[in-house]
């Protein structure tokens, strides 16, 4: 595979950490945890969507648009760094933003990622949860193409083989780090939703025969449709980067660990992330990489990760989102012992 025959914006802050996590390893009696720092990638607090945007922006940069549109969940990780990219290029944004959660107040609705959305300038606009989101896009395709102007589409989580080529980038970045320090990684784990995450490692890791198992921990599907989706974009990335078909058993979902459904955190996704803040002072997120983390703790605790293990865990990042989340952490209401 060689990714520079492929329209890229070169805006992320890559290769990012490789890191070990000793305190959490240690807490948990079990395998070398380390921890891939892709909350880092630098635009606009960082995530793994930063990845993505660089090879669907410059798509967009050279296909000549001036607008881009793309939708999520309100607490959208990747509309924000979408709204960030725009705004560094001077590109409008247009976000549909879902209410796929139901979740009331201005914390969920206000602050975190959609008060940042604001602040990049995006225009948001707001549909029910269910909606037909692609259909929502088109729609406000169609009126600004009316009004004169050329946009550009980005899919939700921006999980297309075009998107999924900065995972791709992100396995052999991967790779190269574990390579140079002579670290023998046994299993790489994340946390998986809109498949493009996987799907690029997956098609990454298949091309340079890296022979590392992966393991995507689901947000949202089932698993059967959670691995059908990754699947399918796997094979569509592998094809575009000239590597060969991905085999089917290279793609492995846990969905054990979603809980009541998307953007619900529950009692493991709010241990996760307090275990990660307090024993390695990093932050999660209660949509994806709390799961993500939760569904690593569970498993090494009931030793489906063996102890003797390397692991690394992808860290997809999503901390803006913690404060849209405020009223789920102990502690965090100090006005009613004030009062
Ligand atoms: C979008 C997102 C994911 C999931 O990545 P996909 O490519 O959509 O599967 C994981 N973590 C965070 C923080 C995200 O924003």
Not at 50 to 60: C, N, P, Q, V
Request: include cysteine.
């Amino acid at each position: 595979m060689h990714l520079a025959r492929f329209p890229r914006l070169h805006l992320a802050h890559l290769p990012t950490p490789l890191e070990p996590m000793d305190r959490l390893s240690k807490a948990l009696g079990g395998p070398r945890l380390f921890i891939k720092r892709d909350d880092c990638t630098g635009m606009s607090t960082g995530g793994n969507k930063t990845r993505k945007l660089e090879f669907l922006m410059g798509e967009a940069e050279a296909l000549g648009a001036d607008t881009v549109i793309t939708q999520g969940a309100t607490q959208s990780n990747h509309v924000r760094q979408t709204a960030a990219f725009c705004a560094r290029l001077g590109l409008d944004c247009h976000a549909v933003l879902e209410d796929r959660t139901g979740i009331p107040g201005p914390d969920y609705n206000d602050n975190g990622n959609v008060l940042l959305d604001h602040l990049h300038g995006a225009t948001l606009s707001h549909v029910p949860g269910g909606s037909d989101m692609n259909a929502a896009m088109e729609e406000v395709a169609a009126r600004l193409k009316a009004a004169g102007k050329r946009p550009y589409i980005i899919p939700g989580g921006g999980s297309n083989p075009v998107g999924a080529l900065g995972y791709a980038n992100c396995a052999l970045e991967l790779v190269h780090q574990a390579n140079e320090r002579s670290l023998a990684v046994g299993l790489i784990v994340h946390a998986t939703g809109s498949a493009g995450t996987q799907a690029g490692l997956v098609a990454g890791l298949h091309a340079i025969n890296a022979q590392i198992p992966l393991l995507g921990i689901g947000v949202r599907a089932p698993r059967a449709k959670q691995e059908e989706n990754v699947f399918a974009l796997a094979q569509a990335t592998a094809e575009k980067i000239g590597a060969p078909p991905v085999p089917r058993e290279m793609v492995v979902a846990n969905t054990d660990y979603v809980g009541e459904g998307y953007g619900i955190p529950n009692a493991g996704t709010i241990e996760a992330i307090e275990m990660f803040a307090q024993l390695e002072g990093i932050l999660l997120d209660p949509v994806y990489s709390g799961k993500g983390a939760a569904g690593l703790i569970d498993l090494v605790r009931r030793g489906v990760i063996g102890k003797e293990e390397t692991v690394v865990f992808v860290h997809t990042g999503g901390s803006a989102g913690l404060f849209g989340y405020r009223t789920a952490f102990a502690g965090a209401d100090t006005t009613a012992k004030a009062a």
